[in-house]
């Protein structure tokens, strides 16, 4: 079993950047394809990045693809969602989301929320125009 701990959001202007960080307990990080995802208010949780267990594949939503990079480092059993060119249709609460893939290829990961099976908190990011 993993615990997750998001950190790293905040307030920041319509242009800006801020990166999200999703701390892991437990020694079998490496074996977990991640995700984050995102809700903004009265909306659906929607996906917004993946990564496979080793990092070497990801997939993002169209809205935040070529701004958002989404990163993996199984030695600090950490991953990062690298945020920049900010909107304010990117205000939302984050979650980071893990799934432990250690009998799937080493590309899998999953776009959806029903594939993974650990969440963290949230972290709320804010955009102002």
Wanted: hydrophobic fraction near 30%; charged fraction near 15%.
């Amino acid at each position: 079993q993993v615990q997750l701990v998001e950190s790293g959001g905040g307030l920041v202007q319509a242009g800006g950047s801020l990166r999200l960080s999703c701390a892991a307990s437990g020694r079998t990080f490496s074996s977990y394809a991640m995700g984050w995802f995102r809700q903004a208010p009265g909306k659906e949780r929607e996906f917004v990045s993946a990564i496979s267990k080793s990092g070497g594949s990801t997939s993002y939503a169209d809205s935040v693809k070529d701004r958002f990079t989404i990163s993996k480092d199984n030695a600090k059993n950490t991953v990062y969602l690298q945020m920049t060119s900010l909107k304010p249709e990117d205000t939302a609460v984050y979650y980071c989301a893990g799934k432990n893939a250690a009998f799937f290829p080493n590309s899998y990961y999953s776009t959806s929320s029903t594939g993974y099976n650990y969440w963290g908190q949230g972290t709320q990011v804010t955009v102002s125009s």
